[in-house]
């Protein structure tokens, strides 16, 4: 009877034991052909130069092409939706970006949630973005901006890539902070924003900072202060917004998502890959050129930065009354 009952346990754990191994098996064998990663926005942006960045490295390290498709549209929601509609197989990456932490809010009549349907792969990095004025506005520090917009209620103008972007819920959080009261002006886009910032059309931006770094440094606009606690590396002589406005934080990050129920062994080759190009010199070189501050970590880690930074544009989308164009 003893014998019979040890063997039914070791046949029955060595059935359990099989679909373990085969997700090992599998998930040693990934990649076996191309994997898509989708991109929200056009060609030449920041999120699609990341995107090809990380593609590039990814191909090398794993054998297979990592495939760069371009999904443009309703603030990448379009994109999004399409990963998590995928097949859990890891072969349909996202490249996500704190736009979609905004758009949790923003978007009432989603049908999925980013939160809960995007497996975090991995953060890649983050950026501050930059308060820039245009070289007219008689002002160069933050509360010499706060003084003079209050002084003329209404008659500042504030650019942004459009409604819901990080560069409007960046300036709506300083309004909120500060009681400014400054007109915001969409664009389709932050180029056509920066081009109207540096033409004088508009006072104020705050930019994405891989879109603005290089006018700024030769003079074509002013940097008030970048929207972090701590001065950025990349423009070291200008101020921390957190130093004139205590409370005041907002930053731009990047990283990889998949479909929720990839498997965790997929996961997991994928972050540790990841992380292995964010301490590569090259790669490191490459990404900390456009402004960020790279970011290693676990999927749990990329997951705690989505939650946050979600609840946190929640309060700043409803105090602005913001809605989906």
């Known amino acids: 009877m003893k014998l019979q009952r040890r063997r039914f346990l070791h046949l029955a754990a060595g059935?359990?034991?099989?679909?373990?191994?085969r997700r090992i098996a599998w998930a040693q064998a990934y990649p076996a052909?191309?994997?898509r990663i989708i991109v929200g926005f056009a060609?030449?942006?920041?999120?699609?130069i990341i995107a090809r960045l990380m593609g590039q490295w990814l191909s090398e390290r794993l054998g297979q092409p990592f495939i760069i498709e371009n999904r443009i549209g309703a603030a990448s929601n379009i994109a999004a939706e399409?990963?998590?509609?995928?097949?859990?197989?890891?072969?349909?990456?996202?490249?996500?970006?704190?736009?979609?932490?905004?758009?949790?809010?923003?978007?009432?009549?989603?049908?999925?949630?980013?939160?809960?349907?995007?497996?975090?792969v991995a953060s890649i990095m983050l950026t501050p973005l930059t308060m820039d004025v245009n070289t007219s506005v008689p002002v160069s520090t933050v509360p010499e901006f706060i003084a003079y917009a209050k002084a003329n209620p209404g008659k500042l103008n504030m650019g942004s890539g459009g409604v819901g972007t990080p560069q409007h819920?960046?300036?709506?959080?300083?309004?909120?902070?500060?009681?400014?009261n400054l007109v915001h002006v969409p664009y389709r886009g932050g180029a056509p924003a920066v081009a109207d910032?540096?033409?004088g059309q508009l006072q104020v931006m705050f930019d994405v900072m891989p879109e603005s770094i290089e006018y700024i440094r030769s003079g074509k606009l002013r940097p008030l202060a970048v929207t972090t606690t701590m001065r950025s590396e990349a423009l070291p002589d200008t101020s921390a917004l957190g130093d004139f406005v205590p409370s005041y934080q907002a930053s731009v990050w990047w990283g990889v998502g998949a479909a929720r129920n990839t498997p965790a062994e997929i996961i997991e080759r994928l972050n540790k890959e990841i992380n292995a190009a964010l301490v590569d010199a090259n790669m490191k070189t490459r990404l900390v050129a456009l402004g960020g501050t790279l970011l290693p970590?676990?999927?749990a880690d990329f997951g705690k930065l989505i939650a946050e930074d979600a609840e946190k544009w929640?309060?700043?989308v409803k105090f602005s009354g913001a809605k989906a164009e």
Do not use: C, H, Q, W
Not at 43 to 48: F, I, K, P, R, V
């Open 15 to 21: 059935v359990v034991a099989v679909p373990v191994l």
């Open 33 to 35: 052909r191309p994997v």
């Open 43 to 48: 060609a030449g942006g920041s999120t699609d």
């Open 82 to 120: 399409a990963v998590v509609r995928s097949r859990p197989d890891g072969y349909t990456l996202f490249l996500a970006g704190s736009t979609n932490a905004i758009n949790a809010t923003l978007y009432e009549k989603l049908t999925f949630s980013f939160v809960r349907d995007m497996a975090p």
């Open 169 to 180: 819920v960046a300036g709506e959080l300083f309004k909120m902070l500060t009681g400014v």
């Open 197 to 199: 910032l540096l033409g």
């Open 297 to 299: 970590g676990t999927p």
């Open 314 to 316: 929640a309060k700043v």
